[in-house]
């Protein structure tokens, strides 16, 4: 029987001083983590084996690739500007999946008695344990296959892909380190609700740049590589090409500047742990003064109407800054919203009507309005007993959004309109905008009425289970009935550009727009009200379900 007071394995190794030791059990620990996991779940196992094989086979189509590409002129271009990007995934990962290696959060074994150095040297050794470090190794090796000519060469190349290795691994460790308070706090899970926009917007440029090449070729990155090339650690790899093509002393200063990167890197790392082991966290700090943050909000209530609708818009406002899956759904619509219009303008097949994007993805954030509280719509709905308190409610957070909408779709047009050179558009295209906007905000306000739906806290699902349907009439049915609202102003704007002098009077679809869309929304925030305030127990009933 074992006693409750012998040493667990981890403890026993932390208090000798054997360096092997620690990292040896730290290694262990590693391994249970990943073991312990996969026994939780069948499914987490199949999870795991999936992508596991599918990473190793993309990862293996991918070093093909590279070792195909040996002898081609612009080889060193490919596996230098590669490992950078390697190097940039492996520093932004841990900010957006801080879940993925439970071993990234040293704070738990801030209470064992290890020194941050060698607990820093076991991490690191530990940090190559993974499908990541073994797919990113056959990449390295990859890149320096492709540019690795001559005896030299190969034996840099044997060098020169564990050091690169090494660093990528300790610059993720060391950005981790320093953002651990951030990544197990409410703005850490606030990135991780991100990462699926910064991966959607990193997929578009990175084909926005892949079309560019197609057409011009690999030689205008030459200029690039050339000074990538000394920056670690594809200085690694460059130093396997200037190996290859003669410049000894080029490749030693290389390999240097890899390895005092690494060096550097693990004294920050080891310092960020010091730091974490003798600074308090946010748990014994006082929080800030309430006097203080009364303040805050007083300021920003200067700035609001009075009575129940800005007290509405405030509190709207502050949930899209504050509530993370709000935030997601804002910011991948701010985006999507300015990537449509200027990536087409950009690419020189653009039409100046995809401005129009801007206003349509921000004007979807008015479908289900009442979900977007899920819970707490409750208490919302006690201070609702009469169609005025919903109407001046519906205004309030359509007023919030116009906020943030009606210049940011002004901006986005502009900015097309600079780009595409098409400045007689200008008006015509904003009373577009403006018009699609209003029969957006009018149908989201009657669709959060008839057709709510609640919205999980947790996870990245944007609808509770068995509601899905009530998603997509309330989402599609509205942008569709949109679009039928807007026909007039649709209509009249076909009938000025196809009349022989109809250019001189576009001008005047900018104050019809507004005028229009200003109207429609009025008309729906008054539709809405009354099934607002009639239904309410429905409508609390369904965006509580999450």
């Given amino acids: 029987m074992t006693s409750l007071d012998s040493p667990t394995p981890l403890t026993a190794a932390a208090s000798t001083p054997s360096r092997a030791s ?71 990962m841990p900010l957006f999946f801080p879940g993925g290696d439970e071993t990234l959060d040293p704070t738990r074994l801030v209470m064992l008695p290890l020194r941050p150095r060698p607990l820093a040297r076991a991490l690191l050794v530990a940090s190559l344990v993974g499908i990541g470090p073994l797919a ?26 564990p050091l690169a290795l090494l660093v990528c691994v300790a610059l993720a460790r060391a950005v981790a380190a320093a953002n651990v308070r951030l990544l197990t706090s409410r703005k850490g899970r606030d990135l991780a609700v991100l990462s ?6 990193g997929a578009q440029l990175v084909n926005f740049g892949a079309q560019r090449l197609g057409s011009a070729g690999l030689g205008q990155l030459d200029p690039v590589a050339d000074v990538v090339r000394w920056l670690p650690p594809a200085s690694a790899v460059g130093a396997v090409h200037s190996v290859s093509e003669g410049a000894y002393g080029t490749a030693a200063v290389q390999l240097l500047l890899t390895a005092a990167a690494l060096a550097l890197l693990v004294t920050v790392w080891a310092g960020s742990l010091t730091r974490l082991m003798t600074a308090p ?52 619509s701010l985006a999507i919203g300015l990537i449509v219009p200027v990536f087409n303008a ?39 007993s009469s169609r005025r308190d919903a109407c001046l409610e519906l205004r309030g957070r359509a007023l919030a959004l116009l906020v943030v909408t009606l210049p940011y779709a002004t901006l986005v047009t502009v900015l097309t309109t600079a780009m595409l050179g098409a400045w007689s558009r200008l008006p015509e295209v904003l009373g577009l905008s403006f018009a699609l906007l209003g029969a957006m905000l009018a149908t989201g306000a009657w669709a959060s009425a008839r057709f709510p739906y609640s919205i999980p806290q947790e996870g990245h699902k944007n609808v509770a289970p068995g509601q899905a349907g009530l998603a997509w009439i309330s989402i599609f049915g509205g942008m569709v009935a ?45 539709l809405a009200a009354p099934r607002t305030a009639s239904h309410l127990p429905e409508i609390l009933t369904a965006v509580s379900k999450g």
């Avoid at 699926?196 to 917007?201: P, S």
């Avoid at 653009?350 to 994007?357: E, L, P, R, T, V």
């Avoid at 009249?492 to 002098?501: E, F, H, Q, Y």
Wanted: hydrophobic share 50%; glycine share 12%; proline share 2%.
């Fill in 482 to 526: 949109a679009a039928l609202l807007c026909a007039p102003v649709i209509t009249l704007t076909i009938w000025l550009n196809i009349s022989a002098d109809g250019d001189a009077w576009t001008w005047l679809l900018l104050p019809t727009g507004a005028a229009y869309g200003t109207t429609v929304t009025l008309l729906g925030l008054r």
């Fill in 22 to 92: 620690v990292t040896a059990t730290v290694v262990r620990l590693k391994l249970s983590l990943l073991r312990n996991g996969l026994r939780q779940s069948t499914g987490r196992q199949t999870a795991f084996i999936l992508g596991g094989l599918g990473a190793l086979l993309f990862t293996a189509t991918q070093f093909l690739g590279l070792v195909f590409l040996r002898g081609h002129a612009h080889a060193d271009v490919v596996a230098v500007l590669g490992t950078v990007v390697l190097a940039l995934g492996w520093a932004v």
């Fill in 136 to 161: 990113t190794l056959l990449l390295l090796t990859g890149g320096a296959v492709s540019v690795a000519h001559g005896a030299a060469a190969w034996v840099t190349a044997v060098v020169a892909v």
């Fill in 281 to 332: 966290d946010g748990s014994t700090i006082q929080p800030e003064d309430s006097a203080a943050r009364e303040r805050t909000s007083a300021g920003l209530g200067r700035l609001l109407p009075a009575g129940r609708t800005g007290t509405v818009m405030e509190r709207s406002l502050r949930y899209i800054w504050r509530d993370p899956k709000t935030k997601a759904a804002w910011i991948t």
């Fill in 196 to 201: 699926g926009l910064v991966i959607a917007v």
């Fill in 346 to 384: 950009l690419q020189g097949r653009g039409s100046i009507y995809f401005a129009c994007f801007a206003a349509g993805m921000l004007g979807i954030q008015m479908y289900n309005q009442f979900g977007q509280d899920t819970s707490a719509f409750w208490m919302v709905a006690m201070t609702i």
